[in-house]
């Protein structure tokens, strides 16, 4: 079964007004894409068009734009990273690995190509491989909070439990929004296929505890509960999670009683 990926972890771009394939472009076309073909150069119209076949999962349309481009501009290492994106979404995982290996040798500086590779190696299963990978891609961004949190779930898979952990809380450092995106242009985010989803949901509730965040603690706390995580009754006497403990909805996930309401107005506290 193929891996269903988050949508908008493909290629973010703008929607063209035309839905007109690249390759039907010429100059007997309409007037109104006459037009559009004035406003966008042609290989604007193109990336628009590929990244209207991404979002409709038109991927072998969307790799065959690339490709095309890339014989205008072999050296343009976005156009690489993209077309590895665009092969991936069709298992085609050797393919992807060369599209990545040739943009990360383009762009010795971005870390984007590194992280899709690690994509791959977490799709084949391959954990520690995959965590060498987002650590070549940290090294050259080490603010990217995705490359963080996706080496966390291969951390994860590896059974490095502490490991993960620490990815987890270092990426909302950086981004506390980090788990609720779905991508930025070409770069991919790591599917939430975790071999143990319990304690993937737990470790997660575990990093949002340790910013206080008891809303987002106590959603992931539920699903890890819901999932039949066995440690819940640790979270209790957890240090990371001593910030959330008086917040009720974490309190009733736990089975503790409900705190005493506050004093009334102008009684003290004797």
């Given at each position: 079964m193929k891996s269903v990926w988050m949508a908008g972890a493909l290629l973010a771009l703008v929607v063209p007004a035309s839905s007109q394939q690249f390759s039907e472009v010429s100059n007997t076309a309409m007037p109104q894409a006459a037009a559009l073909s004035v406003e966008n150069p042609p290989r604007e119209a193109a990336l628009e068009r590929a990244a209207l076949d991404m979002i409709h999962k038109d991927y072998a349309s969307a790799a065959a734009v690339y490709k095309t481009l890339l014989k205008e501009t072999p050296n343009d290492a976005v156009l690489w990273n993209r077309l590895g994106v665009a092969l991936q979404q069709q298992d085609m995982f050797n393919e992807?690995?060369?599209?990545?290996?040739?943009?990360?040798?383009?762009?010795?500086?971005?870390?984007?190509?590194?992280?899709?590779?690690?994509?791959?190696?977490?799709?084949?299963?391959?954990?520690?491989?995959?965590?060498?990978?987002?650590?070549?891609?940290?090294?050259?961004?080490?603010?990217?909070?995705?490359?963080?949190?996706?080496?966390?779930?291969?951390?994860?898979?590896?059974?490095?439990?502490?490991?993960?952990?620490?990815?987890?809380?270092?990426?909302?450092?950086?981004?506390?929004?980090?788990?609720?995106?779905?991508?930025?242009?070409?770069?991919?985010?790591?599917?939430?296929?975790?071999?143990?989803?319990?304690?993937?949901?737990?470790?997660?509730?575990?990093?949002?505890?340790?910013?206080?965040?008891?809303?987002?603690?106590?959603?992931?706390?539920?699903?890890?509960?819901?999932e039949g995580y066995s440690g819940i009754d640790g979270v209790k006497s957890d240090p990371a999670f001593s910030g959330v403990l008086n917040d009720a909805t974490v309190r009733t996930i736990l089975g503790l009683p409900e705190l005493p309401g506050a004093p009334p107005k102008g009684q003290g506290i004797g």
């Open positions: 992807a690995l060369k599209s990545y290996a040739r943009a990360a040798k383009l762009d010795s500086k971005g870390g984007d190509a590194w992280n899709n590779m690690g994509t791959v190696y977490f799709q084949e299963k391959k954990w520690a491989k995959s965590v060498r990978t987002y650590k070549k891609a940290i090294s050259l961004n080490p603010q990217n909070a995705t490359f963080y949190s996706n080496m966390g779930l291969a951390y994860l898979n590896n059974q490095k439990v502490a490991d993960a952990f620490a990815a987890f809380q270092h990426a909302l450092e950086l981004d506390p929004e980090v788990f609720e995106h779905r991508g930025r242009v070409g770069t991919i985010i790591q599917p939430h296929a975790a071999t143990d989803y319990g304690r993937f949901y737990f470790l997660l509730a575990k990093s949002f505890a340790s910013t206080n965040n008891a809303d987002r603690c106590a959603y992931y706390l539920r699903k890890a509960r819901d």
